[in-house]
Nanobody
Framework: VQLQASGGGLVQTGGSLRLSCAASGRTSSNYGMGWFRQAPGEEREFVASISWSGVYTYYADSVKGRFTISRDNAKNTVFLQMNNLKPEDTAVYYC????????????WGQGTQVTVSS
């Protein structure tokens, strides 16, 4: 499975961005999808995940109420709508695919930079 993330950019505090992650390859398998981020000098951290069906979603406490993860299985794409962005959201955002658990990632996409200016 190949994952291609896009949609990052520079935005002011309080602004919004929508990230997309398009999957290709063996997308017939039922993968959960997630977003992770890594700020400079920090470890990569979990942001949000969504089950194959889209029924189950999980969020890091730091983004609850501001970020929304969704997916369109017909287009093999997962989205991350980010609202009310804060400078601490600045990071490289990575999409990921997993079969068993968001703690056991099978595939990583390349990152997309999100920068929030104060």
């Amino acid at each position: 499975v190949q994952l291609q993330a896009s949609g990052g950019g520079l935005v002011q505090t309080g602004g919004s961005l929508r990230l997309s992650c398009a999957a290709s390859g063996r997308t017939s398998s039922n993968y959960g999808m997630g977003w992770f981020r890594q700020a400079p000098g920090e470890e990569r951290e979990f942001v949000a995940s969504i089950s194959w069906s889209g029924v189950y979603t999980y969020y890091a406490d730091s983004v609850k109420g501001r970020f929304t993860i969704s997916r369109d299985n017909a287009k093999n794409t997962v989205f991350l709508q980010m609202n009310n962005l804060k400078p601490e959201d600045t990071a490289v955002y990575y999409c990921a695919a997993y079969r068993a658990s968001r703690y056991q990632i099978d595939y990583w996409g390349q990152g997309t930079q999100v920068t929030v200016s104060s």
